[in-house]
């Protein structure tokens, strides 16, 4: 393997900013990404029951477009917070698993 391939970042993170982050900033990046993406599947689960509730009343929705932006901004935010920390450990999994498969070969 080539070294450049060996070094290569996450995203917009160098490989120097991935490995001086502490595994508790990794996790807890993870831990926030994943309530920002909860909250923003709550908000558009509720959005959408407005919507449906409003339908059956009105016959039509009123199109609640500022509350499903809401919500995919927390999906959104959710994944860019999340997403470092899971590539991060898949990776490390990942390269796990290849040596122990490896081994036994």
């Known amino acids: 393997m080539n070294k450049e391939h060996k070094r ?3 995203g917009i993170y160098s490989y120097d ?3 001086n982050t502490k595994p508790i ?3 807890g990046a993870m831990l926030v990404g ?3 993406l909860l909250w923003g599947l709550s908000r558009l689960s509720e959005v959408v029951a407005i919507r449906r509730s409003e339908s059956q009343v009105f016959g039509s929705a009123e199109p609640h477009v ?3 932006i809401a ?3 927390l999906l959104a935010i959710g994944a860019f917070v999340g997403h470092v920390g899971v590539i991060y450990y898949s990776r490390k999994l990942w390269f796990w698993a290849s040596r122990r498969r490896g081994h036994h070969l």
Do not use: N, T, W
Request: proline letters at 0%; a positive charge; hydrophobic letters at 60%.
């Open 25 to 27: 900033g990794r996790i």
């Open 34 to 36: 994943l309530f920002y």
């Open 71 to 73: 919500a995919f901004a």
């Open 8 to 10: 290569r970042g996450i």
């Open 17 to 19: 900013q991935i490995k």
């Open 66 to 68: 500022a509350a499903f």
